[in-house]
Nanobody, 121 residues
């Protein structure tokens, strides 16, 4: 089992920034990827970004490219999501995810509890 604990959500004005953190513990050696998904009210849980533990290769949803950056600290088993130029459309609950691939929510093996991000105009 892998436990994921997120932090860093909050309320921010449009154009502002937030950084989310996700600390992993447990049997993390079985996870190739960690990343982030988000879910707005009444919508599906959508992929945001993922990073491969060993190579550091990153992948982003088109909607966040150029604004969000995912990074990792292997020593701390922690993944970060730096979110800049935030828009009201970025408002959602953000979930940390881990697994073999996590290309979409069907492939996620482990989820965090979620952290709310609210962007107001």
């Amino acid at each position: 089992q892998v436990q994921l604990v997120e932090s860093g959500g909050g309320l921010v004005q449009a154009g502002g920034s937030l950084r989310l953190s996700c600390a992993a513990s447990g049997r993390t050696f079985g996870t190739n990827y960690m990343g982030w998904f988000r879910q707005a009210p009444g919508k599906e849980r959508d992929f945001v970004a993922r990073i491969k533990w060993n190579s550091g290769n990153t992948y982003y949803a088109d909607s966040v490219k150029g604004r969000f950056t995912i990074s990792r600290d292997n020593a701390k088993n922690t993944v970060y999501l730096q979110m800049n130029s935030l828009k009201p459309d970025d408002t959602a609950v953000y979930y940390c995810a881990a697994g073999q691939t996590i290309f979409n929510s069907d492939y996620v093996d482990y989820w965090g509890q979620g952290t709310q991000v609210t962007v107001y105009s």
